[in-house]
């Protein structure tokens, strides 16, 4: 780390403050790092790196804020919410070209799908507060009610894949809870998180509610996963890294959310609609391959392994890989040269072990940087790296089935559980094999569909916990039953 008086930069025309954002006002520090754009590796800012001190502060702040906050009415806190969802709205397109420049991924996605979900994480949280009042119900003449009660200050800690839309995911509930956040941004794409303390504060939320300390997980995150005044923890990225946070935070007994890695199948049946199957397969390129949801593994029944596969390699082959500023670009390059040595890692090992490249395989030269093919491999040994272990990166298997059995068996063959994903032209199979399908989202028939309302989280080692609705309710409340004796109560 070095030391930088900067404080503001201009990315893309949009000026971004490089502080931190503490108790309402930008916070310098003594150390800062590098933010290096993964599409030429060029440094685009100097971010101030925080540390205990600034956590410390950060929680202060927070702490300082809640009583107010979370004594605010909720059609009041409501209001500022929805005030926070137009400024986002508002300001969409200079968020839309930072987040690109800061992380690598495609503008127009950022344009037409990305940006209207990041308003909308605050605008559908904030209406539905209207959904936690019940009637009072009764219990052998007692009257009980159920509330749900802010819990205090929540850590968001947000991975670099969709820094913006997931961070705002878990702070959208946190505050219309009534709590207070401190949010930690990735290092690896932490500017768009600056732009949304600009938006909050303009938005009139009140000072010290919203917080960022920007760091490494080293020097930022530990102490914040540590901390006492830490009420709620939620946390999106690495098993390992989980395992890391929870003996952190265990303490201080802090309930955890965690949205984690995952290997997630794509299973194809002979009866499924052709098309859509090939379809399905290539759209898993989408952000690299950078999608902890992506069904990475495709297992195609054998009748029409070979006629699928050559379809999804002709398919596969009409993908534009290119700067993703560029409206023609289907996909772009990796977050980092760390990342990118890691996902070749994966490939050459499973080349080794006997997997064979039928479409790329290493890094795309033309465009040099951190450009990586589009890749899909067969052969794959069962049970080895590439088909159990997380890639991250544009990097598809193919293997084949014969039957319900095997197909879920094969489906099933991993310590993750987030998501899967069932082509099948049958409704009595999409029955049968969904239900066993373990897995915390399945999609049949198509992908990547997801209602805010609905649970959202993994089993086994894709993490602990649902969000999502009344789900993000429980998890950031502390949910209350009262009961009143029957002598003396009014209506």
Known sequence: MTTAPIECVTVEGVEVDTRHWIDGQRVASESTFDDISPIDETVIATIHAGGAKEVDAAVAAAQAAFPAWAGLPRAERAEILRAVAAGIDERAEDLARVETRDNGSLLRSHRRGVMPRVGNNFRFFADYLDSLDHPDGDIRGHRERVSYDPAGVAAIITPWNAPLMLATWRIGPALAAGNTVVAKPPEWAPLTASLLADITKKAGLPDGVFNVVQGTGAEAGAPLTAHPGIRRLSFTGSVPTAGVIAK???????????????????????????????????????????????????????????????????????????????????????????????????????????????????????LGHLYYRPTILVDAEPGSEILTEEVFGPVLTIQTFAGEEQAIELANNTRFGLAATLVTGDPERAERVSARLNAGTVWVNCFFVRDLGAPFGGNGQSGIGREGGIYSFDFYTDVKNTVFAPNGWTR
């Open 248 to 366: 952190a935070a265990a303490p201080n007994i802090v309930p955890l959310s965690f949205e984690l890695g995952g290997k997630s199948p794509l299973v194809v049946f002979a009866d499924s609609d052709f098309e859509l199957a090939v379809s399905l397969a290539v759209e898993q390129f989408d952000n690299s391959g950078q999608v902890c949801l992506g069904a990475f593994r495709i297992l195609v029944e054998d009748s029409i392994a070979e006629r699928f596969t050559e379809a999804v390699l002709e398919r596969a082959r009409a993908v534009v890989q290119g700067d993703p500023r560029d409206e023609a670009t289907d996909m772009s390059c990796l977050i980092s040269r760390a990342h990118f040595e890691k996902v070749d890692g994966f490939v050459r090992r499973a080349v080794a072990a006997g997997a064979r490249p039928i479409l790329g395989g290493g890094p795309n030269t033309e």
